[in-house]
């Protein structure tokens, strides 16, 4: 088969299905009854950085299980055992509540003391600041999943090929 043509059928497949899963109609039933909100995210209680910076981690990679399978979240975690068999939720009510609990943790680190962390963490309480900034600002600002092709075309064919490459003879 011709690479081009693979590639080329490929990217329409991945944006078929994408797209698809994103409408209301053909999205995945809901285990929740009709009407109900889904379940909270867990609440963020602040301990030692170290424990917060795990937290946010195993969070950030339930919320985007490309990127955990890519990193091999099932591996870290027990609780991202299924991450491998699903894509990102884009469902407002599931964004909103992503949201709140980035804030959350952005807001629990700002309370931590810098001047007790090692330079480890102080650089690790850098980077984290920025990138809740930044998912801040993508999700609750600019709302960039709604225009960005990536959603529906690159991270549905970036899940798959990664699911791939994890398989074995």
């Given at each position: ?87 990102r939720d884009y469902k407002q009510t ?76």
């Amino acid at each position: 088969m011709n690479r081009r043509d693979f590639v080329q059928r490929a990217s329409i497949t991945a944006a078929g299905f994408g797209i698809l899963r994103n409408l209301e109609a053909c999205a995945p039933v809901a285990n929740t009854p009709a009407g109900a909100p889904p379940a909270p995210a867990p609440e963020i209680i602040p301990g030692t950085f170290a424990e917060l910076r795990d937290r946010y981690f195993v969070y950030h990679l339930e919320r985007n299980p490309v990127t955990s399978t890519y990193l091999g979240g099932d591996g870290y975690s027990p609780t991202l055992a299924d991450t491998n068999t699903r894509f990102r939720d884009y469902k407002q009510t599931s964004l909103d509540a992503e949201l709140r609990q980035y804030r959350s943790l952005r807001s629990s680190i700002a309370a931590v003391d810098v001047t007790t962390l090692t330079p480890r963490e102080k650089a690790d309480h850098g980077l984290m600041s920025a990138q809740l900034d930044f998912l801040i600002h993508q999700i609750g600002e600019l709302h960039h999943y709604q225009r960005a092709i990536d959603t529906y075309v690159a991270e549905p064919f970036r899940g798959i090929d990664w699911q791939i490459q994890q398989m074995t003879d």
